[in-house]
């Protein structure tokens, strides 16, 4: 029998899963080098980043770092801390700032109905402030779920929302039909959780065709399109569709990217003449967020690995 080692990638996804790993990363990690990725512990020390980044002609996107919540108990907590952070936020009239909630943060867990209420208090607290709140897709158990509330808060008017289609996914295509369908402002990603070959598409060449049909989808529909990669050939790619489309001509498009990864390219992009937005997660519970980098670059661990040393 041959025993194949595992993808780096997969080992990282796997460990970020781990109680202990996460007990140990959660007490060291800050030090190890999490800060790189996430703007800080206090939602002031984000605002501080927001503005650094709007001075240098960056759109932003914040989250509050947190998921899969186990109590219903909890998941009303977060869900007021984010009404709280929401109110604050809109405070900041200079900024082009939205945010990003994930569902299993607000009950998703617990029950889909509860997670819908709680969903609705954010998204009117958002409507006050003049705010724009995207759902996150998270591991392919909750993405019925989530374009089934996402669709719910569009029907009730909530249209202050978005969502997101992971271009691993082998549904995808069918996923995006039916949101362009719809008008839906939709991010595309890759896809960064850890799936099964029966679910999700294994190979990166595979996944990166898959993340160019689905722009090119997205942006010959009539809604709005976040293109949201580090990827060069993507962004290349995107720039191709781009050039001379509609959605380009009425605005309807960004490229995202996220807090501490490849500066320049966020940088090189808005020379470029393109609206780009950086999401900057903020909170204490950083540990899964930063596995998912790390994850995404193994590279980075030597970057974990000096910081160790230097210290
Ligand atoms: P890829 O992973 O192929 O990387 C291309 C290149 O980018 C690398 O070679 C490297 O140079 C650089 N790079 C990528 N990641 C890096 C990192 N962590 N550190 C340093 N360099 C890095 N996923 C999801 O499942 N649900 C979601 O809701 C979201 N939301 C989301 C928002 C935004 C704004 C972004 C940019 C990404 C997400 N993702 C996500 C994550 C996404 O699915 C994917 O895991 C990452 O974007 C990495 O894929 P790339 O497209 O960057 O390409």
Known sequence: MRITAPKPRDAILFLTQNPRMAKIGTRYGMRLGAGRFVAGVTLEDCIAELHALAARG??????????????????????????????????????????SIKLTHIG?????????????????????????????????????????????LLADGLTNTGV??????????????????????????????????????PRKEDVDRAYCRLVDAALAGEGFTAIATHDDAMIAHAERTLAGS?????????FQLLYGVRPQLQQAL????????????????????????????????????????RR
């Open 164 to 201: 997101v289609v992971q271009a691993y996914l082998h549904r995808a295509p069918e996923l995006l039909a039916a949101l362009t369908e719809m008008r839906a402002n939709v991010r595309i990603v890759k896809g960064a959780y850890l799936e099964p070959a029966s679910v999700a598409l």
């Open 58 to 99: 960056l759109r932003t996107y914040t989250i509050m770092l947190g998921e899969s919540v186990a109590s219903a108990a909890e998941a009303e907590r977060v869900t007021a801390a984010y009404v709280d952070v929401i109110d604050r936020l809109g405070a900041e009239a200079s900024l082009d700032n939205t945010m």
């Open 246 to 254: 509609r959605a380009a001509a009425e605005g309807r498009y960004e």
């Open 270 to 309: 808005v020379e470029r003449g393109h609206p780009v937005r950086v999401c900057v997660p903020f909170g204490s519970d950083w540990y899964v967020y930063f596995g998912r980098r790390l994850a995404e670059r193994p590279a980075n661990l030597w970057f974990v690995v000096r910081s160790m040393v």
């Open 108 to 152: 998703l867990l617990s029950d889909r109905e509860l997670a819908y209420d709680n969903a609705v208090r954010v998204l009117e607290a958002a409507r006050r402030a003049g705010m724009f709140v995207r759902l996150d897709m998270e591991d392919s158990r909750h993405v019925d779920a989530t374009l089934d509330i996402h669709g719910r």
